[in-house]
């Protein structure tokens, strides 16, 4: 495979990806064994030549392999995708001097929120006719100014150039360079590339990697319902339908439980989520926000905003009041797009794509302002128990907590269970009354509660498809991913399963895994990170059928569905006959070490082969088809920001080996001296001087083992400043056994973390 891998590689080749199918052989109708053997690979020019090309999986019939069928949109039926402002707009005088016109227009209607989507509206049409008009075809102008350059060039070669043609060279030369600069800049929005800074002409790049995503949105065909559709009209209709059926509510009130007493916001808290809203606060939110995000119906950026702050400053203030006064939107603020992004490689069924919620730019900002205000608080009501979307709490720790659960029940040598649920479109599913029960319950007053009511939860809706907005539906149920606003509401609900699990504990149900087996202390039965949820367990009939009770419970309160498909069930020491466990809850069953958010559970990491699926994850994002069009300094930006992130995840928990070190380091150094197409460069400067700091004339590359005993050490520090954190109250319980906070005690052998 990694001579398959290399070939692909050193030809510069690009794997298309396929859609009808996930794998294109299979061992027989008795076999679960199936794989992705068939492939085609094109070259870079040929991605040129057929941008459009698209690769399919067609049904086997006699064979065990899938055919393939390769085919070229034919361009008959222009697409019609909604009007996007391009960023590049903004970098050209002209456009500010036209705004200053435009903008000037007096607002008509009532209300400030319409009126301010009015101008938008009317500011859209003004820009369209002044890029036509105006400012012109950056691709265009660009192959124009490369086509006189090099004519003039040529009559260079035969003869002097007059002082006007002389100038004239040196003139498109310069008007050259800003084209490419402001392309750069179009083809980086298009990309959604934002690790990479602009200005150092990887525009190649963000071209190359635009085009990929297009071909991975694009459906040729799709699975509903157990049902294959053809025919974009045909794809079109059945998509709309499917989701506007998903987004009804089948029951207009829910049941839920009497005995739920959360923690409840104190007046303070509750006070500062309703103050009035201020330019500072709205404008430090603005300033926080990616200018390169996909827009909403309106088409409006954020950088926009942030760049024109001047112009429509005063119409934000003014919609901040009004809806802080009337908190409700008009349907022109609050009609969103739903995108449709493959979760994986292959989009086979319809359920093999994420809704992505694209929201109207005045809808968006208002929302993103709720969600700061609503993250102060989520500390004081949200359990210890889930990790995301809490300020202070990070994805490590539930990390690290499964891991030493994991280490502490193993070496009791009790009979176990885990379980690792997976919820069916969690965000989709979400019920309006049961969160606005929870948010009563907590103590949100009125006044907050009717925001979110206003902002989020009434939404008209139409689908993206193959780029056209098709379908015109209302939400009735369902948090939008996508809004800033979602990932806080729907720990809320969430927290609801915590708090049923909790109670299983506490009248003796269920017993969770103990930190400290011997002295029974730490007890965990279950953590969370938004919907990714483990339950900790004995191995135990009467504790899966209380577990499978309650999540039926859970269902009915939240409309929160558990996908029992892919719901699993592991084994934690020996457990006898442990599919009988899983036909109670009615899931699947595995003895093999678990995955928990990307962490591996009880795992040997001194292995080697271990690592291989981390090995191969990093060379895939260093030796990619698209890095050829890296220039130098986007590579080096490349292998220090982005890659420092993929490897810091593992190492900020495991102890990687010398030779799993040894081996990222030498696809390091290949991809930093690979040159263009099939040739090498050789290494200019020794490896250990790249890895010094600029000061000292080098690259600033991180030594990885450096960094790997850095990101270990830091929990030392962690635990010096996080009084209160529960992962360090259950680490506590497991080494220090009541002496100082920094002595531990020794470890029997660790846990497969590192800490």
């Given amino acids: 495979m990694n001579s398959f891998n290399s070939f692909i590689e050193d030809n510069d080749l690009l794997d298309l990806p396929i859609s009808g199918c996930r794998f294109t052989w299979s ?89 301010f989507c009015m101008r938008l509206k009317d500011l859209k049409q003004n820009i369209k006719v002044w890029n036509r008009d105006v400012f012109g075809n950056i691709h265009i102008k660009v192959d124009r100014l490369l086509k006189e350059i090099k004519g003039l060039s040529l009559i260079k070669e035969s003869r002097p150039l007059s002082d006007f ?24 929005q298009k990309s959604r590339e934002v690790w990479l800074k602009l200005g150092d002409q990887n525009s190649g790049f963000f071209h190359k990697m635009a085009s990929f995503r297009r071909k991975m949105n694009f459906i040729w065909r799709i699975k509903i319902n157990d049902t294959t559709v053809e025919g974009m009209d045909n794809i079109a209709q059945g998509v709309v339908e499917f989701y506007s059926n998903l987004f009804l509510e089948e029951y207009q009130t829910r049941p839920f439980p009497s005995n739920y007493n959360p923690p409840c916001l104190n007046s303070a808290e509750s006070a500062s989520l309703e103050k009035p809203f201020t330019e500072e606060e709205i404008w430090e939110c603005l300033s926080d926000s990616d200018g390169t995000k996909a827009p909403g119906p309106d088409g409006f950026s954020f950088e926009f905003y942030k760049r024109c702050w ?42 093999d794509l994420r809704p992505i919620g694209l929201m109207g730019s005045v809808n968006k900002l208002i929302c993103k302002v709720l969600s700061k205000r609503l993250g102060q608080v989520l500390p004081a009501v949200v359990s210890v128990s889930q990790h995301a979307s809490v300020r202070g709490r990070q994805i490590s720790e539930a990390g690290l907590i499964a891991n030493e659960l994991v280490d502490s029940r193993r070496r009791s040598k009790k009979p176990s269970l885990l379980i690792k649920l997976d919820i069916e479109k969690a965000f989709d599913n979400v019920s309006w009354s ?49 809004d800033p606003s979602s990932p806080g509401l729907f720990v809320l609900v969430m927290d609801i399963l915590s708090f049923m699990l909790s109670k299983l504990k506490e009248d003796g149900k269920i017993k969770g895994f103990f930190m400290n087996e011997e002295e029974q202390r730490g007890e965990v039965t279950h953590l969370l990170f938004a919907d990714d949820t483990l339950i900790f367990c004995d191995a135990s009939p009467d504790q899966i059928l209380h577990i499978t009770v309650t999540l039926a419970c859970f269902q009915a309160v939240t409309g929160l569905k558990i996908n029992l498909d892919k719901t699993v069930i592991y084994t ?34 001194n292995v080697i082969s271990f690592w291989y699926p981390i090995l191969l994850n990093y060379k895939k994002k260093l030796e990619s088809w698209s890095s050829r069009y890296l220039s130098a300094g986007g590579r080096l930006v490349l292998l220090k920001s982005v890659l420092s ?23 390091q150094r290949k991809f930093l001296w690979s040159g263009f197409g099939d ?4 290494p200019l400067v020794e490896w250990r001087i790249c890895k010094s700091n600029r000061n000292n004339g080098g ?21 010096g400043v996080n009084n209160n954190g529960w992962w360090r109250t259950l680490i506590d319980i497991k080494y220090s056994k009541g002496k100082s906070q920094w002595h531990t005690g020794g470890s029997r052998g660790g846990s497969s973390s590192s800490v």
Wanted: glycine content about 8%; some cysteine; charged content about 25%.
């Fill in 27 to 115: 061992l027989g109708a008795n076999s679960n064994s199936q794989s992705r053997i068939d492939r085609i690979l094109i070259s870079p020019s040929f991605d040129t030549l057929y941008p459009d090309c698209r690769l399919l999986g067609l049904e086997k019939v006699e064979s065990d392999h899938s055919p393939l069928l390769l085919l070229q949109w034919g361009g008959n039926k222009k697409l019609n995708r909604p009007w996007r402002f391009e960023n590049m707009w903004l970098e050209d005088v002209r456009f500010f001097i036209g705004l200053t016109s435009w903008y000037s227009n007096s607002l008509q209607g009532s209300g400030a929120v319409f009126c």
């Fill in 165 to 188: 043609e002389a100038e004239d060279l040196i003139e498109k030369i310069l008007d050259l360079e800003k084209a490419l600069s402001l392309q750069e800049i179009s083809w980086r």
């Fill in 310 to 351: 001047n112009f429509v400053k005063t119409d934000v203030l003014n919609c901040f009041s009004e809806f802080f006064a009337t908190g409700r939107l008009p349907k022109i603020a609050t009609h969103s797009f739903i995108c449709l992004v493959p979760k994986k490689g292959a989009t086979e069924d319809i359920k």
């Fill in 434 to 482: 049961c969160l606005f029960t929870v948010l009563a319950r907590l103590g949100f007053k009125e006044k907050w509660r009717q925001w979110i009511l206003g902002a989020v939860c009434s939404p008209t809706i139409s689908v993206l498809i193959n780029g056209e907005s098709k379908g015109f539906f209302t939400a009735h149920k369902g948090l939008r991913q996508g």
């Fill in 572 to 605: 934690v020491g020996d457990v006898p006959e442990p599919e009988f466990f899983a036909n109670i809850l009615g899931c699947n069953w595995s003895s093999n070490p678990p995955k928990y958010l990307g962490y591996p559970l009880g795992a040997k990491l």
């Fill in 645 to 667: 992130n993929l490897s810091g995840y593992y190492f900020s928990l495991f102890k990687a080996p010398k030779k799993v070190i040894e081996d990222m380091e030498k696809v």
């Fill in 679 to 682: 040739k090498r460069k050789t």
């Fill in 699 to 719: 690259l600033g590359i991180r030594d990885l083992a450096t960094f790997n005993s850095a990101m270990l050490c830091k929990w030392l520090w962690k635990y």
